[in-house]
């Protein structure tokens, strides 16, 4: 096998298709979110980022920010070993019993990504829990398939959001036959919020656990911000909730929430979660002054839903196609891998604005779009410029408009 030639022809192909990934070359700057320097051959320019997943600029905060580097200083750089051995540290232990209390749950568990905290919990469940079939939406990030494939558990893929699909596929199994249903609340790359209250009761008629990303909701819904399933009045009926703390709360990290034995199983049986170095204090210590200020902050919230809503109607006004969307989430029709790559590149070389394009196998072909967050900090202003450079854009490249 020549092996130079595999990886080079595979890469070529992934060019050739459009769908081969740069990085932009990014320095954000404290105090100027949601702008950043970009570097790229050899120039720096200031761009403004509209993808962000720091959605609210928590990462950018004076008092998050101010957290992480006393705990830095008080108690050193990184945790110094597993959880087990020598690395809990007591920011550890006091944001588990903030995420818990948050979630109005009794315990919660850290992981060192919101990655790790899907596929740990996944293939720990599936795979000691006696016959245990997983039910996942087939939309379901790939953190949570990875988790179903190496759990080994059997599985259903239901179709998205579809309550009667779902309670098709669970009424083939007896009721006492042991089921984990696997989804997520926000969907973040059309924007759309799974029907909670209905997947819960269907879960809850054939007797199954319940398992829940809230990754693209913690932080930004609810009155006290921990999510959809607080909003619409469903997390007491949750079994397992999982977030991150790497989006809204603007640092980084993973974490589940639930029944106090449920969560002490994964901490004793999760491999992710034992065999590796526990979060640096200092990371513990932001996610938690992050927390904390999220839980009342619901203003921040509401300028949020502000600025989507506003972004949304400017868009739609410009005859920009808009994916519909009923969460912060404002994606942009292209249709096609090359065009909008060149879309985004357009809109960073020529006016500023950082847009990642997202292709297959992100999301299906044909349905490729540029996929906007805006946050409470972006101004009318800004505004102003995406859609006017949009408009630009969108006639350069001869790219459909909306009907
Ligand atoms: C980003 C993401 C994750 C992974 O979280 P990280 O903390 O970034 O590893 C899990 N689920 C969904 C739906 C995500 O979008």
């Not at 192909?13 to 954000?28: H, K, P, Q, S, T």
């Not at 990642?356 to 044909?366: C, D, E, K, M, S």
Request: hydrophobic residues 40%; charged residues 25%.
């Amino acid at each position: 096998m020549d092996y130079d030639r595999f990886f080079a022809d595979r890469l070529s192909a992934l060019r050739g298709e459009g769908a081969y990934r740069v990085f932009a070359d990014l320095e954000r700057q404290v105090g100027a979110f949601p702008k950043a320097r970009n570097y790229r051959d050899g120039k720096v320019s200031d761009v403004t980022i509209w993808c962000n997943n720091d959605y609210l600029g928590m990462g950018m905060s004076d008092h998050v920010i101010g957290a992480m580097c006393e705990a830095t200083k008080a108690t050193g750089a990184g945790a110094g070993g597993t959880r087990n051995i020598s690395g809990t540290n007591h920011y550890h232990v006091l944001l588990e019993q903030e995420l818990a209390d948050w979630h109005n749950k009794d315990s919660a568990l850290l992981f060192t990504s919101g990655y790790v905290a899907n596929m740990t919990t996944l293939m720990t469940l599936g795979g000691r829990i006696p016959d245990l079939v997983i039910f996942s939406d087939e939309k379901n990030h790939n953190s949570m398939i990875e988790g179903v494939r190496h759990s080994r558990a059997p599985k259903e893929i239901f179709k998205h959001n579809d309550v009667e699909d779902l309670d098709r596929r669970m009424a083939k199994y007896p009721k006492e036959h042991p089921k984990l249903v696997a989804f997520e609340s926000v969907y973040s790359m059309d924007g759309d919020i799974a029907p909670l209250r209905e997947i819960v009761d269907c879960a809850k008629a054939h007797n199954a656990l319940t398992f829940l990303d809230e990754v693209h909701a913690v932080g930004m819904y609810g009155e006290r911000g921990s999510g959809v399933a607080e909003r619409d009045g469903v997390a007491d009926e949750i079994d397992i909730i999982q977030a991150t703390m790497g989006k809204a709360i603007g640092v980084i990290g993973g974490y589940i929430a639930g029944k106090a034995d449920l969560i002490d199983f994964v901490r004793s049986f999760g491999n992710g979660f034992i065999f590796t170095t526990s979060l640096p204090p200092s990371v513990a210590s932001g996610a938690l002054a992050s927390v904390r200020y999220l839980k009342d902050h619901n203003d921040l919230r509401l300028r949020h839903q502000e600025r989507a809503a506003t972004l949304k109607r400017r868009f739609t006004e410009a005859n920009i196609p808009i994916i519909p969307s009923v969460s912060h989430i404002v994606p942009v029709l292209v249709g096609d891998a090359k065009l909008c790559k060149q879309a985004s590149d357009m809109l960073l070389n020529d006016h500023g604005i950082y847009v990642q394009p997202i292709n297959y196998p992100t999301v299906a072909r044909g349905t490729e779009r540029l996929r906007v967050t805006p946050t409470p900090l972006h101004t009318d202003a800004d505004m102003d410029h995406l859609v006017d450079s949009f408009m630009e854009v969108w006639g350069r490249l001869g790219i459909q408009m909306a009907a």
